[in-house]
């Protein structure tokens, strides 16, 4: 899978929109963008992903560059449960086929941290 | 909403014994995976499981390892003979699909070995 770069930390504040980035310059054509997010002392979460379009949904939306070498996470409205470790993740469609390849690789991620 | 639910929560065992990580997947769900997490460390991929066999296992998942579905709910992750580096957050995962479908991870267990 190709590479993701994200910064190791950003902080937000309760109620405002948070824009996480994610950098895959070497992104191929079939592979999606993935976001999950870890709060403290759970297991990942599944929030988003994509193609090439934007997408929207109860969570987040996904806004991803034209020429998909970058992507952001937006929290429209921060809450204190929003604080966690985001993680971008691509996952490429061709490598997957017959049940094989389907793990997902995370990073380290980036920790939100939310203030009231 | 349905969730992925694991047992024990906390598991402490002497170094050399055998563990027994359990998980209930999702219901409807047909593709199932385990993880671990060491302490301040990133998440890991050990073995996903589809169709009653393993699908692919990373470098970690050795001999030591092994994964069963015993029954149609249960899915579970045995470590032979624990070694004192076993010691981490083991999340069970499991999907509808393939690379499409999200991941659903349960809580996960905390093992020590001491």
């Known amino acids: 899978d190709a590479k993701t770069t994200q910064p190791n930390s950003m902080e937000s504040n309760e109620e405002e929109p948070v824009h996480l980035p994610c950098n895959h310059s070497t992104i191929s054509g079939t592979d999606y963008i993935h976001w999950y997010r870890q709060l403290p002392s759970q297991g990942p979460e599944y929030v988003i992903h994509?193609?090439?379009s934007n997408v929207n949904n109860r969570m987040a939306s996904l806004a991803i560059a034209e020429d998909r070498k970058s992507s952001t996470l937006i929290l429209h409205r921060a809450t204190l449960r929003d604080a966690a470790v985001y993680y971008c993740i691509l996952r490429d469609v061709e490598s997957n086929s017959g049940g094989s390849n389907y793990k997902l690789t995370f990073g380290k991620g980036t920790l939100l941290t939310v203030n009231p | 909403e349905p969730e992925v639910t694991q047992t024990p929560s906390h598991q402490v065992t002497q170094m050399g014994q055998e563990v027994i990580l359990r998980c209930v997947p999702i219901?409807?769900?047909?593709?199932f995976y385990w993880y671990r997490q060491i302490l301040g460390q990133k998440v890991e991929f050990l073995v996903s499981?589809?169709?009653?066999?393993?699908?692919?296992k990373s470098e970690i998942f050795d001999d030591q390892f092994s994964v069963e579905r015993p029954d149609g709910s249960n899915f579970t992750l045995k470590i032979r003979s624990t070694k004192l580096e076993d010691s981490a957050m083991y999340f069970c995962?499991?999907?509808?699909?393939?690379?499409?479908?999200?991941?659903?991870f349960g809580d996960g267990t905390r093992l020590s070995i001491l």
């Open positions: 995962a499991s999907s509808e699909g393939g690379w499409d479908q999200p991941q659903h």
């Open positions: 994509g193609l090439t």
């Open positions: 499981f589809y169709n009653n066999e393993i699908s692919e």
């Open positions: 219901s409807n769900h047909l593709y």
